[in-house]
């Protein structure tokens, strides 16, 4: 792949970024940005070790609690830390966003778009041994990858996996001692990888899209033992709370990370070039996909918070640098939810990067934080 200091940008997409207030020199900062890694919990002390491995030194970041920064590029899939799962790949932005939810030991929090599944690891670390977690995307495969990783990394014993469209999933954090089950009901048992044979048979005969629509109901891909599913009857999982029970049992904390253009990302926008600047034109630049993210990541937004508990925190982000898919966002949803209050991310004091165009709003780039691009909002629910 071409230096990204020599990467020839099209005058259609530069056009793009003059138009959003976008520094184009931020996609030559690629040598500049370093790689991220998140060592999980416990296994600090093998940083030395992982440093012998790759031939290189780790710093750590002093203003994000767990991450360390090494050479953008050195690659550590083939790290026996990242195969053993000790380690992760996840870039500082993403965890200043997770961050930003203050996640304490015993709370429920709502991952609305949870693959590719750093961000989602990261909250099962948080929560530990309390609480819950509970994933949701709206693509198959996707989420199929969350599980691997999940499973790899050994943190889903209190995590529930749903295929279903974020902008309508509506199922409220298990609530402890809720339900008492009844002999000959149906319950659900121990989560196993293997499907009944009637399932298996029933499945190879229709093809099932990897994208569901809204109308689709939620599928459970994934469930640990204390994630609050063993032993509940199948019919009580997706019964349906109102507005004022979801005001006190509904999830503590929610981030909503939400499908964008992922212009933020200079090694991703760098793939184009690979891909073709005419899919550039299709996938970040086409008026009609851009009108359709900001109507997507609004009601992603507004379902996030629906579901939100009355003192709970929401993060909203994207890895966009435009205005449209971020402070407009911010701004039609405040106007649309009364009960909605932005408020300060207390973390931010110590964050490299800079204030957004609102007030209590962050963004993060490679040239202001040496990061990847990410906007980040936090708000809370209060009662009027």
């Known amino acids: 792949m071409e230096d990204a200091t020599k990467l020839p940008l099209p005058e259609a997409f530069l056009n793009f970024l003059h138009s959003n207030g976008i520094d184009p020199s931020i996609y030559t900062a690629i040598d500049s ?32 609690e767990g991450f360390y920064s090494l050479p953008h590029h050195i690659q550590i899939a083939a790290s026996r830390a990242y195969q053993e799962g000790k380690i992760y790949g996840i870039d500082a932005s993403s965890g200043a966003a997770v961050t930003a939810l203050h996640i304490s030991p015993g709370d429920h929090v709502l991952d609305l778009c949870a693959a590719p599944g750093a961000k989602l690891c990261m909250i099962l670390d948080l929560v530990g041994d309390s609480g819950s977690v509970t994933g949701v995307d709206v693509a198959r495969h996707r989420l199929a990858a969350c599980r691997t990783m999940v499973q790899k990394y050994a943190v889903g014993d209190r995590c529930r996996l749903f295929v279903a469209d974020g902008t309508t999933f509506s199922v409220i954090p298990y609530q402890k001692g809720e339900s008492k089950s009844e002999e000959n009901v149906d319950v659900f048992k121990e989560w196993t990888s293997r499907r009944p044979w009637k399932e298996r048979k029933r499945a190879s005969k ?30 009580e999982l997706f019964k349906t709370a109102s507005d004022i029970e979801i005001a006190s049992l509904g999830y503590d904390k929610v981030l909503v990370d939400a499908e964008c253009t992922h212009d933020g990302s200079v090694k991703h926008i760098q793939k184009f070039e690979h891909w073709g600047w005419r899919t550039l034109d299709r996938r970040v630049l086409d008026a009609e996909r851009t009108d359709h993210l900001h109507v997507l990541q609004l009601n992603l937004l507004t379902n996030g918070f629906r579901l939100l508990k009355v003192g709970g925190s929401l993060v909203y982000s994207t890895c966009s640098l435009t205005v449209a898919q971020n402070e407009d966002v911010v701004e039609q949803f405040l106007k649309e939810n009364k009960t909605a209050e932005l408020v300060e991310i207390d973390a931010a004091r110590n964050w490299p990067g800079r204030g957004g165009r609102i007030p209590k709003t962050w963004r993060f780039d490679p040239l202001t934080s040496q990061t990847s691009g990410l906007f980040v909002a936090r708000f809370t629910k209060v009662l009027i």
């Open 206 to 235: 229709c093809v099932t899209p990897q994208l569901v629509s809204r109308d689709q109901p939620p599928e459970l891909i994934y469930y640990g033992r204390h994630s609050g599913v063993v032993g509940l009857p199948k019919g």
């Open 33 to 64: 940005t370093p790689r991220f890694i998140r060592f999980k919990p416990g296994f600090e002390d093998y940083i030395e070790e992982f440093e012998a491995e790759m031939k290189c030194k780790v710093e750590k970041l002093e203003w994000l």
